[in-house]
């Protein structure tokens, strides 16, 4: 099955902690991306990157890291999360082209007290 | 920067009601326009993607148009049923790497 899958679903953690949310993709998608989903703020875009080794920054990228060294991976990196990064992150892939949807995956729920 | 409104934010609705989901966007540039569905707590499901150079696109009982000119898309559900409760987002592209989503309308079929 076609699909993009995040892990965890669910993480809550300390201020400071470092961690990492997964984010893969088996649809051989060049383009793949995180966003962050808060209410009153609607969906934001935090990474992107158009292949491996090819990463540029969203709208919000700050307090974030990514890296893509296989093209079916791109795992987001909180190095120190604070209370401001507590919200609902979601990957996202799509072939490049104005034809294609982006498919995006089931979500991440953060929360950092 | 490109703005994406989306217009009732909430909608309730009797069962076998037709909806009509509005979504205005600033600039008319696009390169695409995507409609999605998510369900509370749940991913975002692509529903239907319209190219710049397309009026509209039809899938069952969705149908989207789009009018570049005037920065509009509306997405029309047929005969609505309660399993179709869910909000409704569109999110306009001027390129292959960043969509810009409305705040969505959550949608509530009454059966």
């Known amino acids: 099955e076609a699909q993009v899958t995040q892990n965890p679903r669910y993480l809550i953690t300390v201020t400071g902690k470092k961690l990492t949310v997964t984010c893969s993709q088996n649809m051989n998608h060049e383009y793949m991306s995180w966003y962050r989903q808060d209410p009153g703020l609607g969906l934001r875009q935090i990474y992107y990157?158009?292949?491996?080794?090819?990463?540029d920054k969203g709208d919000v990228p700050e307090g974030y890291k990514v890296s893509r060294k296989e093209k079916r991976n791109f795992p987001l990196i909180l190095e120190s999360p604070s209370p401001n990064q507590t919200s609902l992150y979601f990957c996202?892939?799509?072939?490049?082209?104005?034809?294609?949807?982006?498919?995006f995956g089931p979500g991440t729920r953060l929360t950092v007290t | 920067k490109q703005e994406v409104t989306q217009i009732p934010a909430a909608l309730s609705v009797p069962e076998g009601e037709n909806l009509v989901l509005n979504c205005s966007f600033t600039?008319?540039?696009?390169?695409?326009l995507q409609w999605f569905r998510q369900d509370p707590g749940k991913g975002l499901t692509s529903l239907l993607l319209i190219q710049s150079s397309q009026r509209e696109q039809t899938s069952g009982r969705l149908n989207a148009s789009l009018d570049k000119s005037s920065g509009r898309s509306t997405l029309y559900i047929a005969a609505s049923q309660p399993g179709d409760s869910a909000t409704y987002l569109c999110?306009?592209?001027?390129?292959?790497?960043?969509?810009?989503f409305g705040a969505g309308t959550t949608v509530t079929v009454r059966a």
């Open positions: 996202a892939s799509s072939l490049v082209g104005t034809a294609y949807e982006q498919y």
């Open positions: 600039d008319s540039a696009i390169y695409n």
């Open positions: 999110a306009v592209s001027h390129n292959d790497y960043k969509l810009s």
């Open positions: 990157s158009m292949n491996v080794e090819v990463t």
